[in-house]
Protein backbone atom coordinates (compact mmCIF):
# COMPACT_ATOMS: atom_id res chain seq x y z
CA UNK A 1 0.00 0.00 0.00
CA UNK A 2 2.91 2.47 0.62
CA UNK A 3 3.70 2.11 -2.96
CA UNK A 4 0.71 4.30 -3.60
CA UNK A 5 -0.14 6.19 -0.78
CA UNK A 6 -2.29 8.95 -2.37
CA UNK A 7 -4.06 6.11 -3.85
CA UNK A 8 -5.43 4.15 -0.83
CA UNK A 9 -4.23 6.54 1.97
CA UNK A 10 -7.46 6.95 4.83
CA UNK A 11 -8.38 4.14 7.40
CA UNK A 12 -11.31 4.46 5.35
CA UNK A 13 -10.44 3.53 2.04
CA UNK A 14 -8.02 0.76 3.52
CA UNK A 15 -11.67 -0.80 5.33
CA UNK A 16 -13.16 -0.84 2.12
CA UNK A 17 -9.97 -2.21 0.18
CA UNK A 18 -10.17 -5.22 2.66
CA UNK A 19 -13.72 -5.99 2.98
CA UNK A 20 -13.51 -6.30 -1.16
CA UNK A 21 -10.63 -8.34 -0.77
CA UNK A 22 -13.02 -10.75 0.96
CA UNK A 23 -15.68 -10.02 -1.86
CA UNK A 24 -12.77 -10.99 -4.62
CA UNK A 25 -13.68 -14.91 -4.28
CA UNK A 26 -16.95 -13.47 -4.90
CA UNK A 27 -15.54 -11.46 -7.51
CA UNK A 28 -13.32 -14.73 -9.07
CA UNK A 29 -16.23 -16.90 -9.17
CA UNK A 30 -17.87 -13.90 -11.48
CA UNK A 31 -15.25 -13.20 -13.26
CA UNK A 32 -16.09 -15.76 -16.00
CA UNK A 33 -19.44 -14.18 -16.17
CA UNK A 34 -18.29 -10.57 -16.65
CA UNK A 35 -15.95 -11.51 -19.54
CA UNK A 36 -18.90 -12.73 -21.35
CA UNK A 37 -20.36 -9.41 -19.98
CA UNK A 38 -17.56 -7.32 -21.46
CA UNK A 39 -17.55 -9.52 -24.65
CA UNK A 40 -21.34 -8.51 -25.32
CA UNK A 41 -21.05 -4.91 -24.70
CA UNK A 42 -18.13 -4.87 -27.11
CA UNK A 43 -20.49 -6.51 -29.81
CA UNK A 44 -23.32 -4.23 -29.57
CA UNK A 45 -21.17 -1.39 -29.14
CA UNK A 46 -19.53 -2.56 -32.85
CA UNK A 47 -23.27 -3.15 -33.74
CA UNK A 48 -24.44 0.36 -33.12
CA UNK A 49 -21.17 1.52 -34.68
CA UNK A 50 -21.41 -0.11 -37.88
CA UNK A 51 -25.16 0.38 -38.47
CA UNK A 52 -25.47 3.17 -40.23
CA UNK A 53 -22.42 2.23 -42.76
CA UNK A 54 -24.04 -0.77 -43.54
CA UNK A 55 -27.23 1.18 -43.72
CA UNK A 56 -25.68 3.33 -46.18
CA UNK A 57 -24.10 0.62 -48.31
CA UNK A 58 -27.63 -1.41 -48.48
CA UNK A 59 -29.54 1.90 -49.75
CA UNK A 60 -27.28 3.37 -52.38
CA UNK A 61 -27.34 -0.69 -53.92
CA UNK A 62 -31.04 -0.03 -53.94
CA UNK A 63 -33.27 0.15 -57.24
CA UNK A 64 -34.77 3.27 -58.00
CA UNK A 65 -38.08 2.92 -56.53
CA UNK A 66 -37.23 1.40 -53.63
CA UNK A 67 -34.89 3.70 -52.74
CA UNK A 68 -38.01 6.56 -52.51
CA UNK A 69 -40.60 3.98 -50.73
CA UNK A 70 -42.52 5.16 -47.96
CA UNK A 71 -41.68 3.64 -45.00
CA UNK A 72 -38.36 2.67 -46.42
CA UNK A 73 -37.26 -1.14 -46.43
CA UNK A 74 -34.25 -2.21 -43.89
CA UNK A 75 -32.44 -4.36 -46.57
CA UNK A 76 -32.97 -4.03 -50.77
CA UNK A 77 -35.03 -6.51 -52.03
CA UNK A 78 -32.96 -6.45 -55.39
CA UNK A 79 -29.74 -5.26 -55.67
CA UNK A 80 -28.91 -2.51 -58.48
CA UNK A 81 -26.44 -0.30 -59.30
CA UNK A 82 -29.20 2.66 -60.65
CA UNK A 83 -28.21 5.00 -57.70
CA UNK A 84 -24.25 4.88 -59.11
CA UNK A 85 -25.11 5.44 -62.46
CA UNK A 86 -27.48 8.40 -61.49
CA UNK A 87 -24.23 9.72 -59.70
CA UNK A 88 -22.12 9.12 -62.52
CA UNK A 89 -24.79 11.28 -64.62
CA UNK A 90 -25.27 13.59 -61.98
CA UNK A 91 -24.52 17.66 -63.23
CA UNK A 92 -21.22 17.43 -64.73
CA UNK A 93 -20.72 14.09 -63.70
CA UNK A 94 -18.89 12.36 -61.06
CA UNK A 95 -15.87 11.79 -62.90
CA UNK A 96 -15.37 15.54 -62.55
CA UNK A 97 -15.97 16.18 -58.91
CA UNK A 98 -14.29 12.86 -58.06
CA UNK A 99 -11.03 14.38 -60.17
CA UNK A 100 -11.61 17.94 -58.65
CA UNK A 101 -11.37 16.35 -54.98
CA UNK A 102 -8.41 14.01 -55.51
CA UNK A 103 -6.95 17.25 -57.68
CA UNK A 104 -7.16 18.93 -54.60
CA UNK A 105 -5.85 16.34 -52.14
CA UNK A 106 -2.95 15.37 -54.11
CA UNK A 107 -2.38 19.54 -54.59
CA UNK A 108 -2.58 19.83 -50.41
CA UNK A 109 -0.27 16.38 -49.96
CA UNK A 110 2.54 18.12 -52.38
CA UNK A 111 2.23 21.90 -50.48
CA UNK A 112 2.45 20.39 -47.19
CA UNK A 113 5.21 17.95 -48.04
CA UNK A 114 7.10 20.65 -50.04
CA UNK A 115 6.43 23.40 -47.59
CA UNK A 116 7.10 21.36 -43.81
CA UNK A 117 9.88 18.87 -44.77
CA UNK A 118 12.88 21.58 -45.36
CA UNK A 119 10.96 23.74 -42.14
CA UNK A 120 11.33 21.04 -40.24
CA UNK A 121 14.64 19.88 -40.77
CA UNK A 122 15.38 23.47 -40.36
CA UNK A 123 14.04 24.28 -37.13
CA UNK A 124 15.43 20.77 -35.78
CA UNK A 125 18.55 20.36 -37.29
CA UNK A 126 19.92 24.17 -37.34
CA UNK A 127 20.26 26.95 -34.84
CA UNK A 128 17.70 29.30 -36.77
CA UNK A 129 18.09 33.07 -35.71
CA UNK A 130 14.70 33.69 -33.26
CA UNK A 131 13.56 30.12 -33.60
CA UNK A 132 10.90 30.29 -30.72
CA UNK A 133 9.14 33.37 -32.40
CA UNK A 134 9.42 31.74 -35.68
CA UNK A 135 7.69 28.63 -34.64
CA UNK A 136 5.12 30.66 -32.94
CA UNK A 137 4.63 31.97 -36.64
CA UNK A 138 4.62 28.78 -38.10
CA UNK A 139 1.74 27.12 -35.46
CA UNK A 140 -0.19 30.42 -35.92
CA UNK A 141 -2.63 28.33 -37.85
CA UNK A 142 -3.82 26.19 -34.64
CA UNK A 143 -4.30 29.68 -32.69
CA UNK A 144 -6.46 31.40 -35.69
CA UNK A 145 -8.65 29.03 -36.88
CA UNK A 146 -8.97 28.82 -40.50
CA UNK A 147 -12.96 29.16 -40.34
CA UNK A 148 -12.51 32.72 -39.37
CA UNK A 149 -9.92 33.51 -41.72
CA UNK A 150 -12.34 32.48 -44.94
CA UNK A 151 -13.82 36.37 -44.91
CA UNK A 152 -10.48 37.86 -46.05
CA UNK A 153 -9.33 34.50 -47.72
CA UNK A 154 -12.10 34.97 -49.94
CA UNK A 155 -10.91 38.44 -50.68
CA UNK A 156 -7.53 37.96 -51.66
CA UNK A 157 -8.09 34.81 -53.76
CA UNK A 158 -10.58 36.81 -56.30
CA UNK A 159 -7.83 39.68 -56.25
CA UNK A 160 -5.23 36.69 -56.99
CA UNK A 161 -7.68 34.77 -59.11
CA UNK A 162 -7.71 31.81 -57.51
CA UNK A 163 -11.28 31.13 -56.58
CA UNK A 164 -12.92 28.34 -58.14
CA UNK A 165 -9.25 26.70 -58.78
CA UNK A 166 -7.88 23.64 -57.06
CA UNK A 167 -4.79 25.21 -56.36
CA UNK A 168 -6.57 28.11 -54.65
CA UNK A 169 -8.36 25.24 -52.59
CA UNK A 170 -5.94 23.44 -52.45
CA UNK A 171 -3.53 26.58 -50.62
CA UNK A 172 -6.47 26.58 -47.78
CA UNK A 173 -6.13 23.19 -47.39
CA UNK A 174 -2.76 23.55 -46.83
CA UNK A 175 -2.80 26.11 -44.47
CA UNK A 176 -5.16 24.35 -42.50
CA UNK A 177 -2.72 21.35 -42.21
CA UNK A 178 0.21 23.29 -42.19
CA UNK A 179 0.59 23.71 -38.21
CA UNK A 180 0.27 19.92 -37.50
CA UNK A 181 2.26 18.72 -40.49
CA UNK A 182 5.38 21.36 -39.40
CA UNK A 183 5.06 19.68 -35.54
CA UNK A 184 5.44 15.81 -37.11
CA UNK A 185 8.07 16.86 -39.61
CA UNK A 186 10.15 18.49 -37.22
CA UNK A 187 10.13 15.84 -34.56
CA UNK A 188 10.83 13.43 -37.25
CA UNK A 189 13.90 15.47 -37.94
CA UNK A 190 14.99 15.49 -34.52
CA UNK A 191 14.85 12.12 -33.92
CA UNK A 192 17.14 11.48 -37.04
CA UNK A 193 20.63 10.75 -34.69
CA UNK A 194 23.44 13.51 -35.07
CA UNK A 195 26.49 11.12 -35.56
CA UNK A 196 24.97 10.45 -38.95
CA UNK A 197 25.08 13.38 -40.61
CA UNK A 198 28.21 14.53 -39.00
CA UNK A 199 29.92 11.94 -40.77
CA UNK A 200 28.06 12.79 -43.42
CA UNK A 201 29.46 16.27 -43.11
CA UNK A 202 32.85 14.55 -42.96
CA UNK A 203 32.62 13.46 -45.86
CA UNK A 204 31.77 15.89 -47.54
CA UNK A 205 28.66 16.44 -48.16
CA UNK A 206 26.45 19.60 -47.66
CA UNK A 207 23.30 20.56 -45.86
CA UNK A 208 21.26 19.71 -49.16
CA UNK A 209 22.76 16.43 -49.59
CA UNK A 210 22.70 15.64 -45.57
CA UNK A 211 18.68 16.21 -45.84
CA UNK A 212 18.30 14.24 -49.33
CA UNK A 213 20.67 10.86 -48.78
CA UNK A 214 20.62 11.05 -44.88
CA UNK A 215 17.65 12.70 -43.25
CA UNK A 216 14.90 11.71 -45.91
CA UNK A 217 14.99 8.14 -45.40
CA UNK A 218 14.95 8.09 -41.73
CA UNK A 219 11.46 10.48 -42.01
CA UNK A 220 9.55 8.86 -44.59
CA UNK A 221 6.99 7.33 -42.06
CA UNK A 222 6.41 10.94 -40.74
CA UNK A 223 5.92 11.82 -44.82
CA UNK A 224 3.25 9.09 -44.90
CA UNK A 225 1.54 10.31 -41.57
CA UNK A 226 1.56 14.12 -43.20
CA UNK A 227 0.18 13.31 -46.42
CA UNK A 228 -2.32 11.11 -44.98
CA UNK A 229 -3.96 13.65 -42.90
CA UNK A 230 -3.20 16.27 -45.40
CA UNK A 231 -5.30 13.95 -47.71
CA UNK A 232 -8.05 13.33 -45.13
CA UNK A 233 -8.78 17.19 -44.52
CA UNK A 234 -8.38 17.95 -48.26
CA UNK A 235 -10.95 15.09 -49.24
CA UNK A 236 -13.46 15.94 -46.67
CA UNK A 237 -13.54 19.78 -46.13
CA UNK A 238 -16.78 21.37 -47.11
CA UNK A 239 -16.84 25.17 -45.93
CA UNK A 240 -13.78 26.24 -47.58
CA UNK A 241 -14.62 24.64 -50.64
CA UNK A 242 -18.14 26.01 -50.61
CA UNK A 243 -16.81 29.26 -50.13
CA UNK A 244 -13.82 29.48 -53.09
CA UNK A 245 -15.93 27.15 -55.61
CA UNK A 246 -18.69 28.67 -56.98
CA UNK A 247 -18.70 27.22 -60.38
CA UNK A 248 -20.79 24.03 -60.23
CA UNK A 249 -17.96 22.30 -62.50
CA UNK A 250 -15.40 23.23 -59.94
CA UNK A 251 -17.07 21.13 -57.36
CA UNK A 252 -15.63 18.83 -54.82
CA UNK A 253 -17.51 15.69 -53.77
CA UNK A 254 -18.55 16.52 -50.47
CA UNK A 255 -19.96 20.43 -52.51
CA UNK A 256 -21.96 18.41 -55.12
CA UNK A 257 -23.32 16.18 -52.21
CA UNK A 258 -24.24 19.23 -49.74
CA UNK A 259 -25.91 20.95 -53.27
CA UNK A 260 -27.72 17.54 -54.53
CA UNK A 261 -29.56 17.51 -51.37
CA UNK A 262 -30.21 20.76 -51.42
CA UNK A 263 -31.45 21.35 -55.78
CA UNK A 264 -33.37 17.93 -54.97
CA UNK A 265 -34.97 18.71 -51.87
CA UNK A 266 -37.71 21.07 -53.60
CA UNK A 267 -38.69 18.09 -56.65
CA UNK A 268 -37.91 15.25 -53.77
CA UNK A 269 -34.33 13.79 -52.78
CA UNK A 270 -32.78 11.57 -54.65
CA UNK A 271 -31.73 9.22 -52.05
CA UNK A 272 -30.63 6.74 -53.45
CA UNK A 273 -27.90 8.66 -55.54
CA UNK A 274 -27.14 10.76 -52.38
CA UNK A 275 -26.20 7.52 -50.35
CA UNK A 276 -23.76 6.35 -53.38
CA UNK A 277 -22.45 9.37 -53.16
CA UNK A 278 -21.31 9.22 -49.21
CA UNK A 279 -20.08 5.31 -50.17
CA UNK A 280 -18.28 6.85 -53.06
CA UNK A 281 -16.56 9.24 -50.28
CA UNK A 282 -16.20 7.12 -47.62
CA UNK A 283 -14.31 4.71 -49.54
CA UNK A 284 -10.67 6.24 -50.05
CA UNK A 285 -10.77 7.38 -46.41
CA UNK A 286 -11.41 4.09 -45.47
CA UNK A 287 -9.15 2.54 -47.57
CA UNK A 288 -6.87 4.29 -46.26
CA UNK A 289 -7.66 3.83 -42.64
CA UNK A 290 -7.24 0.29 -43.16
CA UNK A 291 -3.64 -0.11 -45.07
CA UNK A 292 -2.19 3.09 -43.09
CA UNK A 293 -3.54 2.69 -39.64
CA UNK A 294 -0.13 2.89 -38.09
CA UNK A 295 0.59 6.00 -39.61
CA UNK A 296 -2.47 7.22 -38.48
CA UNK A 297 -2.17 6.30 -34.98
CA UNK A 298 0.98 8.01 -34.99
CA UNK A 299 -0.24 11.07 -35.80
CA UNK A 300 -3.10 11.15 -33.96
CA UNK A 301 -1.04 10.30 -30.54
CA UNK A 302 1.72 12.85 -31.71
CA UNK A 303 0.35 15.90 -33.12
CA UNK A 304 -3.58 15.43 -32.45
CA UNK A 305 -3.95 17.25 -29.28
CA UNK A 306 -0.55 19.44 -29.23
CA UNK B 1 32.95 26.02 -37.26
CA UNK B 2 30.54 27.81 -39.77
CA UNK B 3 28.09 28.36 -36.84
CA UNK B 4 27.03 31.70 -38.56
CA UNK B 5 26.40 30.58 -42.05
CA UNK B 6 24.63 27.48 -40.45
CA UNK B 7 21.95 29.34 -39.02
CA UNK B 8 21.23 31.43 -41.77
CA UNK B 9 21.65 27.92 -44.31
CA UNK B 10 18.07 26.99 -41.34
CA UNK B 11 16.40 30.13 -41.87
CA UNK B 12 16.43 29.30 -45.44
CA UNK B 13 15.12 25.85 -45.36
CA UNK B 14 12.25 27.18 -42.55
CA UNK B 15 11.81 30.17 -45.62
CA UNK B 16 9.22 28.91 -47.86
CA UNK B 17 6.90 27.89 -45.09
CA UNK B 18 6.98 31.20 -43.10
CA UNK B 19 6.22 33.06 -46.62
CA UNK B 20 3.33 30.97 -46.69
CA UNK B 21 2.41 31.41 -43.37
CA UNK B 22 2.82 35.07 -43.70
CA UNK B 23 0.91 35.12 -47.20
CA UNK B 24 -1.96 33.14 -46.60
CA UNK B 25 -2.25 33.41 -42.53
CA UNK B 26 -1.22 36.45 -41.36
CA UNK B 27 -2.03 38.96 -44.07
CA UNK B 28 -5.23 38.00 -44.05
CA UNK B 29 -5.71 38.26 -40.25
CA UNK B 30 -4.12 41.81 -41.15
CA UNK B 31 -6.36 42.35 -43.64
CA UNK B 32 -10.04 41.07 -41.65
CA UNK B 33 -8.40 43.63 -38.72
CA UNK B 34 -8.96 46.14 -41.84
CA UNK B 35 -11.91 45.27 -43.57
CA UNK B 36 -13.67 44.92 -39.97
CA UNK B 37 -13.14 48.78 -39.66
CA UNK B 38 -15.21 49.35 -43.11
CA UNK B 39 -18.24 49.10 -45.23
CA UNK B 40 -17.08 46.53 -47.39
CA UNK B 41 -18.76 44.69 -49.97
CA UNK B 42 -17.25 43.61 -53.34
CA UNK B 43 -19.81 45.70 -55.53
CA UNK B 44 -20.04 48.96 -53.27
CA UNK B 45 -16.85 51.25 -52.18
CA UNK B 46 -15.84 50.60 -48.93
CA UNK B 47 -16.22 53.03 -46.67
CA UNK B 48 -14.67 53.13 -43.04
CA UNK B 49 -16.93 53.03 -40.25
CA UNK B 50 -14.77 52.39 -36.92
CA UNK B 51 -16.20 49.89 -35.03
CA UNK B 52 -19.79 49.91 -36.64
CA UNK B 53 -19.79 46.68 -37.32
CA UNK B 54 -18.87 45.89 -33.77
CA UNK B 55 -21.73 47.69 -32.51
CA UNK B 56 -23.90 46.97 -35.55
CA UNK B 57 -22.99 43.16 -33.95
CA UNK B 58 -23.75 43.83 -30.41
CA UNK B 59 -27.53 44.70 -31.68
CA UNK B 60 -28.14 42.09 -33.89
CA UNK B 61 -30.33 39.53 -32.28
CA UNK B 62 -28.71 36.94 -34.90
CA UNK B 63 -25.62 36.86 -33.53
CA UNK B 64 -26.92 36.59 -29.94
CA UNK B 65 -28.79 33.54 -31.18
CA UNK B 66 -26.03 31.97 -33.02
CA UNK B 67 -23.60 32.63 -30.20
CA UNK B 68 -26.13 31.14 -27.54
CA UNK B 69 -27.44 27.89 -29.50
CA UNK B 70 -23.19 27.55 -30.39
CA UNK B 71 -22.71 27.87 -26.73
CA UNK B 72 -25.41 25.74 -25.93
CA UNK B 73 -24.67 22.79 -28.61
CA UNK B 74 -20.87 22.87 -27.07
CA UNK B 75 -22.40 22.68 -23.07
CA UNK B 76 -24.48 19.28 -24.55
CA UNK B 77 -22.36 18.04 -26.20
CA UNK B 78 -18.74 18.06 -24.70
CA UNK B 79 -20.19 16.07 -21.88
CA UNK B 80 -21.37 13.60 -23.70
CA UNK B 81 -18.42 12.77 -25.82
CA UNK B 82 -16.01 12.66 -23.06
CA UNK B 83 -18.05 10.01 -20.97
CA UNK B 84 -18.55 8.28 -23.72
CA UNK B 85 -15.40 8.44 -25.00
CA UNK B 86 -13.91 6.77 -21.66
CA UNK B 87 -16.15 4.59 -20.49
CA UNK B 88 -15.53 3.12 -24.32
CA UNK B 89 -12.13 3.75 -23.75
CA UNK B 90 -12.06 1.68 -20.47
CA UNK B 91 -13.71 -0.81 -22.70
CA UNK B 92 -11.50 -1.36 -24.95
CA UNK B 93 -8.00 -0.74 -23.32
CA UNK B 94 -6.87 -4.11 -22.93
CA UNK B 95 -5.28 -5.34 -26.05
CA UNK B 96 -7.10 -8.11 -26.30
CA UNK B 97 -8.50 -9.65 -30.41
CA UNK B 98 -12.23 -8.19 -29.51
CA UNK B 99 -11.04 -5.15 -27.78
CA UNK B 100 -9.12 -4.01 -30.22
CA UNK B 101 -11.23 -4.72 -32.92
CA UNK B 102 -13.82 -2.62 -31.04
CA UNK B 103 -11.67 0.11 -30.60
CA UNK B 104 -10.87 0.31 -34.34
CA UNK B 105 -14.63 0.06 -35.18
CA UNK B 106 -15.08 2.80 -32.72
CA UNK B 107 -12.62 4.96 -34.20
CA UNK B 108 -13.75 3.87 -37.63
CA UNK B 109 -16.42 7.02 -38.03
CA UNK B 110 -13.43 9.52 -36.87
CA UNK B 111 -11.95 9.08 -40.70
CA UNK B 112 -14.58 9.66 -42.46
CA UNK B 113 -15.79 13.12 -43.80
CA UNK B 114 -17.94 15.36 -41.67
CA UNK B 115 -20.07 16.13 -44.86
CA UNK B 116 -20.79 12.76 -45.59
CA UNK B 117 -21.73 11.89 -42.54
CA UNK B 118 -23.92 14.55 -42.01
CA UNK B 119 -25.68 13.12 -44.92
CA UNK B 120 -25.67 9.83 -43.90
CA UNK B 121 -27.17 10.58 -40.57
CA UNK B 122 -29.67 13.52 -42.55
CA UNK B 123 -30.90 10.38 -44.05
CA UNK B 124 -30.93 8.36 -41.71
CA UNK B 125 -33.57 11.11 -39.54
CA UNK B 126 -35.24 12.20 -42.64
CA UNK B 127 -39.41 12.04 -41.81
CA UNK B 128 -40.43 9.99 -44.79
CA UNK B 129 -37.77 7.94 -45.80
CA UNK B 130 -35.47 7.66 -42.57
CA UNK B 131 -34.53 4.14 -40.96
CA UNK B 132 -34.62 5.79 -37.39
CA UNK B 133 -38.03 6.64 -37.66
CA UNK B 134 -39.22 3.33 -39.16
CA UNK B 135 -37.07 1.81 -36.55
CA UNK B 136 -38.58 3.15 -33.77
CA UNK B 137 -41.89 2.58 -35.20
CA UNK B 138 -41.03 -0.67 -35.77
CA UNK B 139 -40.39 -0.78 -32.34
CA UNK B 140 -43.22 0.58 -30.73
CA UNK B 141 -41.27 3.56 -29.37
CA UNK B 142 -43.34 6.37 -31.35
CA UNK B 143 -46.79 6.27 -33.11
CA UNK B 144 -46.19 8.30 -35.62
CA UNK B 145 -43.12 9.41 -37.47
CA UNK B 146 -40.74 12.36 -35.56
CA UNK B 147 -40.10 15.89 -37.72
CA UNK B 148 -36.29 16.28 -36.73
CA UNK B 149 -35.48 18.68 -38.50
CA UNK B 150 -36.85 22.38 -39.47
CA UNK B 151 -39.68 22.40 -37.09
CA UNK B 152 -38.10 22.04 -33.77
CA UNK B 153 -34.59 23.81 -33.04
CA UNK B 154 -34.15 21.35 -29.68
CA UNK B 155 -35.50 18.31 -31.39
CA UNK B 156 -32.89 19.36 -34.65
CA UNK B 157 -30.25 19.89 -32.38
CA UNK B 158 -30.18 16.44 -30.52
CA UNK B 159 -30.38 14.51 -33.92
CA UNK B 160 -27.42 16.06 -34.97
CA UNK B 161 -25.73 15.55 -31.54
CA UNK B 162 -26.21 11.72 -32.18
CA UNK B 163 -24.58 11.99 -35.42
CA UNK B 164 -22.15 13.92 -34.54
CA UNK B 165 -21.42 11.68 -30.94
CA UNK B 166 -20.97 8.55 -33.43
CA UNK B 167 -18.89 10.94 -35.80
CA UNK B 168 -16.33 11.93 -33.07
CA UNK B 169 -16.17 10.03 -30.13
CA UNK B 170 -13.43 7.72 -31.22
CA UNK B 171 -11.42 10.37 -31.46
CA UNK B 172 -11.09 10.89 -27.46
CA UNK B 173 -11.32 7.21 -27.02
CA UNK B 174 -7.77 6.46 -29.11
CA UNK B 175 -6.41 9.66 -26.81
CA UNK B 176 -7.37 8.30 -23.27
CA UNK B 177 -6.72 4.60 -24.24
CA UNK B 178 -2.97 5.69 -25.19
CA UNK B 179 -3.03 7.59 -21.65
CA UNK B 180 -4.41 4.55 -19.98
CA UNK B 181 -1.73 2.24 -21.41
CA UNK B 182 0.77 5.17 -20.68
CA UNK B 183 0.15 4.19 -16.96
CA UNK B 184 2.45 1.84 -15.17
CA UNK B 185 1.07 -1.39 -14.37
CA UNK B 186 2.20 -1.73 -10.86
CA UNK B 187 0.01 0.64 -9.61
CA UNK B 188 -3.00 -1.11 -11.08
CA UNK B 189 -1.41 -4.58 -9.91
CA UNK B 190 -0.83 -3.36 -6.33
CA UNK B 191 -4.27 -2.04 -6.05
CA UNK B 192 -5.64 -5.45 -6.98
CA UNK B 193 -3.52 -6.77 -4.46
CA UNK B 194 -5.09 -4.75 -2.08
CA UNK B 195 -8.67 -6.08 -2.91
CA UNK B 196 -9.48 -2.92 -4.87
CA UNK B 197 -12.83 -3.76 -7.41
CA UNK B 198 -12.31 -2.66 -10.49
CA UNK B 199 -14.43 0.79 -10.13
CA UNK B 200 -11.63 1.71 -7.08
CA UNK B 201 -9.46 1.56 -9.19
CA UNK B 202 -10.96 3.28 -11.95
CA UNK B 203 -11.64 5.95 -9.60
CA UNK B 204 -8.23 6.31 -7.62
CA UNK B 205 -5.34 4.98 -10.03
CA UNK B 206 -6.93 5.53 -13.70
CA UNK B 207 -9.21 8.91 -13.82
CA UNK B 208 -6.79 10.91 -11.41
CA UNK B 209 -3.20 9.49 -13.76
CA UNK B 210 -5.59 10.45 -16.96
CA UNK B 211 -6.76 13.67 -15.58
CA UNK B 212 -4.47 15.32 -18.18
CA UNK B 213 -5.58 13.82 -21.28
CA UNK B 214 -8.99 14.16 -20.21
CA UNK B 215 -8.59 18.22 -19.74
CA UNK B 216 -7.20 18.25 -23.16
CA UNK B 217 -9.36 16.26 -24.87
CA UNK B 218 -12.21 18.63 -23.33
CA UNK B 219 -10.64 21.85 -24.84
CA UNK B 220 -10.09 20.42 -28.57
CA UNK B 221 -13.62 19.04 -28.09
CA UNK B 222 -14.98 22.61 -27.18
CA UNK B 223 -12.94 24.54 -29.73
CA UNK B 224 -14.43 21.99 -32.62
CA UNK B 225 -18.26 22.44 -31.20
CA UNK B 226 -17.48 26.19 -31.03
CA UNK B 227 -16.77 26.13 -34.38
CA UNK B 228 -19.59 23.32 -35.77
CA UNK B 229 -20.57 24.09 -39.06
CA UNK B 230 -20.83 20.97 -41.78
CA UNK B 231 -23.38 19.18 -39.70
CA UNK B 232 -25.65 22.00 -39.07
CA UNK B 233 -24.89 23.52 -42.62
CA UNK B 234 -26.09 19.41 -44.12
CA UNK B 235 -28.50 18.52 -41.20
CA UNK B 236 -30.45 21.80 -40.26
CA UNK B 237 -29.29 24.41 -42.97
CA UNK B 238 -30.29 26.26 -40.15
CA UNK B 239 -33.82 26.10 -39.47
CA UNK B 240 -36.37 26.18 -38.14
CA UNK B 241 -36.24 30.44 -38.51
CA UNK B 242 -32.00 30.28 -38.06
CA UNK B 243 -32.23 28.60 -35.04
CA UNK B 244 -30.02 26.18 -35.24
CA UNK B 245 -27.45 28.87 -37.42
CA UNK B 246 -23.69 28.66 -35.17
CA UNK B 247 -21.72 31.02 -35.21
CA UNK B 248 -19.21 29.91 -38.04
CA UNK B 249 -22.32 29.35 -40.02
CA UNK B 250 -23.74 32.96 -39.59
CA UNK B 251 -20.53 34.11 -40.62
CA UNK B 252 -20.51 32.15 -43.85
CA UNK B 253 -24.40 33.61 -44.44
CA UNK B 254 -23.33 37.32 -43.68
CA UNK B 255 -19.76 37.13 -45.76
CA UNK B 256 -20.61 34.42 -48.75
CA UNK B 257 -24.84 34.93 -50.06
CA UNK B 258 -25.47 38.37 -48.43
CA UNK B 259 -21.39 39.45 -49.43
CA UNK B 260 -21.25 41.72 -46.38
CA UNK B 261 -17.62 41.02 -46.21
CA UNK B 262 -16.99 43.56 -43.74
CA UNK B 263 -19.45 42.63 -41.44
CA UNK B 264 -18.25 38.98 -41.73
CA UNK B 265 -14.63 40.38 -40.76
CA UNK B 266 -15.79 41.67 -37.89
CA UNK B 267 -17.85 38.42 -36.91
CA UNK B 268 -14.56 36.35 -37.22
CA UNK B 269 -12.58 38.30 -35.29
CA UNK B 270 -15.08 38.10 -31.79
CA UNK B 271 -15.34 34.29 -32.83
CA UNK B 272 -11.55 34.34 -33.34
CA UNK B 273 -11.43 36.04 -29.86
CA UNK B 274 -13.46 33.41 -28.43
CA UNK B 275 -11.30 30.33 -30.01
CA UNK B 276 -7.97 32.55 -28.89
CA UNK B 277 -8.85 32.02 -25.24
CA UNK B 278 -9.98 27.92 -25.38
CA UNK B 279 -6.23 27.53 -27.31
CA UNK B 280 -3.97 29.25 -24.95
CA UNK B 281 -5.52 27.34 -22.23
CA UNK B 282 -4.71 24.07 -24.49
CA UNK B 283 -1.11 25.43 -24.92
CA UNK B 284 -0.67 26.04 -21.63
CA UNK B 285 -1.78 22.58 -20.37
CA UNK B 286 0.25 21.08 -23.21
CA UNK B 287 3.19 22.94 -22.32
CA UNK B 288 3.16 21.44 -18.71
CA UNK B 289 2.43 17.40 -19.76
CA UNK B 290 5.76 18.30 -21.87
CA UNK B 291 7.52 19.37 -18.44
Not at chain 1, 36 to 58: E, G, K, Q, R, W
Request: hydrophobic share 55%; net charge positive; aromatic share 12%.
Amino acid sequence: MSAFPHVAGTGIERARAQRSAAAGLMEGLIRGRRKYLVAAICVAVCTVMLLPLLASVLASLKSTEEAAAVPPTYFPHALSLDSYKRLWDYQAGLPTYFSNSLGAALLTIIFCLALTVPAGYGLAKFRVPAKEALFVVLLLGLIVPYQALLTPLFFLFVQLKLHNSLVGLAIVHTAIQLPFSIYVMRNAFEAVPRELEEAATMDGCNSFQVLVHICLPAVVPAMITVSLFAFITSWNELLAALVIMNKDSSFTLPLILAAARQQTSIGGTDWGMLQAGIVISIIPCMAFYLLLQKYYMAGFLSGAVK
Amino acid sequence: MHARASRYIGLLYVTPALAFVLVFTVYPLAQMMWMSLHNWSLIAPKKYIGFGNFAKAWNDPQVWTSLEFTLKYTAIITPILMILGYLAALLTAENRPLRQFTRSVIFAPVVIGLGASSLLWYWLFSYDFGLINRALIDLGVIARPVVWFGADADVAMWAVIASIVWKVVGFGTILFVAAIHAIPTELSEAAMVDGASYWQRVRKITLPLTAKTILLVTLVSIIGSLLAFDQFYIMTAGQPRNLTATSVFMIYLNSFPYLKLGYGAALSLILAGIILVCTVLQMLLSRRSHA
